[in-house]
């Protein structure tokens, strides 16, 4: 290709860029901010409160309870069972529960789709684009792949626990503001964390 018309077209698409009004990869990160900061964790109205006490309440989930001793989380003392040493660094009071991912990464940001502006008027929004992506827990912790972890708790599995998915959200912007935020209804992310059923006949 002709040098000239190389650099000639590299600048017109610098410029269509530049000039396109899309939410840089920045924006897109800073409104899914709460999502990547969130854990993702194993939970339980069980884990509420540590040690876990109670001659009955051990007793209708002992299942549940082998199983985070499975996992090196917790150990027996006396009438009771306390965190070790692990599930110290695990536990989380206010998830109710051990995490396992600290956070989640989001990537593979792409803007498939920029809404017209006469499709937003009458409303207060300046811009509205749609805009793919992928969330992927950034660590994973061993302990959780514990057999019996993955088999007491509700819905789970290794693939489950590891995965990444893939999102088409709607975002948009107020007009007179500079920031983007989700305006997708449907757009809900729960991410990996899993559960434990505990008997109530422990009420």
């Given at each position: 290709?002709?040098?000239?018309?190389?650099?000639?077209?590299?600048?017109?698409?610098?410029?269509?860029?530049?000039?396109s009004g899309?939410?840089?990869?920045?924006?897109?990160?800073?409104?899914?901010?709460?999502?990547?900061?969130?854990?993702?964790?194993?939970?339980?109205?069980?884990?509420?409160?540590?040690?876990?006490?109670?001659?009955?309440?051990?007793?209708?989930?002992?299942?549940?309870?082998?199983?985070?001793?499975?996992?090196?989380?917790?150990?027996?003392?006396?009438?009771?069972?306390?965190?070790?040493?692990?599930?110290?660094?695990?536990?989380?009071?206010?998830?109710?529960?051990?995490?396992?991912?600290?956070?989640?990464?989001?990537k593979n940001?792409?803007?498939?789709?920029?809404?017209?502006?006469?499709?937003?008027?009458?409303?207060?929004?300046?811009?509205?684009?749609?805009?793919?992506?992928?969330?992927?827990?950034?660590?994973?912790?061993?302990?959780?792949?514990?057999?019996?972890?993955?088999?007491?708790?509700?819905?789970?599995?290794?693939?489950?626990?590891?995965?990444?998915?893939?999102?088409?959200?709607?975002?948009?912007?107020?007009?007179?503001?500079?920031?983007?935020?989700?305006?997708?209804?449907?757009?809900?992310?729960?991410?990996?964390?899993?559960?434990?059923?505990?008997?109530?006949?422990?009420f």
């Open positions: 290709m002709n040098r000239n018309i190389f650099v000639a077209t590299t600048f017109s698409l610098v410029l269509y860029a530049c000039g899309n939410p840089s990869e920045n924006e897109i990160k800073s409104a899914l901010a709460e999502i990547a900061n969130r854990k993702g964790c194993a939970t339980s109205v069980l884990f509420e409160e540590m040690p876990i006490k109670g001659e009955k309440r051990i007793r209708d989930n002992k299942k549940i309870i082998d199983a985070i001793v499975a996992a090196n989380l917790v150990k027996k003392s006396g009438n009771t069972y306390e965190l070790t040493d692990l599930g110290k660094s695990a536990y989380d009071a206010n998830y109710k529960g051990f995490c396992h991912t600290e956070g989640y990464n989001i940001i792409a803007v498939v789709k920029k809404e017209d502006k006469r499709e937003l008027s009458g409303t207060p929004l300046s811009g509205a684009w749609y805009v793919s992506f992928t969330i992927a827990p950034s660590n994973v912790s061993e302990w959780v792949k514990t057999p019996q972890i993955l088999q007491e708790a509700s819905n789970a599995s290794l693939e489950k626990i590891s995965a990444e998915e893939k999102y088409t959200v709607r975002f948009a912007k107020k007009a007179g503001e500079n920031d983007i935020f989700v305006a997708d209804p449907h757009f809900s992310f729960r991410g990996n964390s899993i559960h434990f059923n505990m008997s109530w006949s422990t």
